[in-house]
């Protein structure tokens, strides 16, 4: 286990959550001042912090050792949900009619009106969500092929949360992919789940947009 990474991941569950450290350590069941030092990396990150947050906060036990999964994989991963024709606008999260694995559109040209093709409506959804879909297999078993991920855009390149899932929008293509931290700060890795592709590392510079997997979503699509 990297402490380190596992930190980011603590205080990446904090900011999804909305929780202060204050209330983090209440619902992990632990004193706040040890949350504190768990944080500052004067404590070792140990096994019963780890069981305590998978435990308390349904957390996927591999994703916060060691970043593979999805944070609350259980919940987030849907089974077949129907998608409500687009004549019901405003009800639910948005559709688009977008492999935002395929082709190299810009992302002033992605995410108009004209390209949703229907809502769905799930508990917990985040509003600032929008569900496009996947093609390919570099990330399977996580995101197969044909799977729909509802993905939220980033206000900043600034503040990654490493070891999560996002699309990455390059000048030429557009990628979807775990960002893992590079040794050298200029770079980022993209690793695949599936084990037949090798990590890239690409500039930072050369990013234009950045967008956070939220959800995984098996659809049916029949209407």
């Known amino acids: 286990m990297n402490d380190n990474e596992i930190i980011e991941r603590i205080k ?19 004193d706040t001042s040890n949350l504190s030092k768990y944080l ?3 404590l070792p990150i140990s096994q019963a912090l780890i069981n305590r947050i998978v ?24 089974p077949s949900v129907a998608v409500v024709p687009s004549a019901a606008v405003g009800q639910g999260t948005p559709v688009y009619d977008i492999d935002v694995t395929a082709g190299s559109m810009p992302r002033s040209l992605m995410f108009t009106d004209d390209q949703i093709v229907g809502w ?12 496009v879909k996947v093609s390919g297999d570099s990330m399977k078993p ?9 993905i939220r855009e980033l206000t900043s390149l600034q503040h990654i949360f490493w070891g999560q899932i996002y699309v990455v929008l390059l000048d030429d293509y557009r990628l979807i992919k775990y ?4 040794d050298d700060p ?11 592709y090798d990590d890239m590392d690409i500039p930072r510079r050369d990013i234009r947009d950045m967008m956070l997997v939220q959800q995984i979503l098996h659809l049916d699509t029949r209407l």
């Open 12 to 30: 990446y569950l904090m900011h999804e959550l909305h929780y202060k450290q204050v209330e983090f350590a209440q619902k992990i069941d632990i």
């Open 55 to 78: 435990v308390n906060l349904g957390v996927s036990k591999q994703w916060l050792e060691d970043g593979t999964d999805l944070p609350f994989a259980k919940q987030l991963t849907t």
């Open 40 to 42: 500052n990396g004067k």
């Open 120 to 131: 769905i409506d799930l508990p917990g959804m985040d509003k600032n969500c929008r569900i």
């Open 142 to 150: 996580v995101i197969c092929n044909g799977d729909y991920v509802a």
């Open 186 to 196: 200029q770079l980022v890795t993209l690793r695949s789940a599936n084990k037949d």
């Open 179 to 182: 960002v893992r931290r590079n």
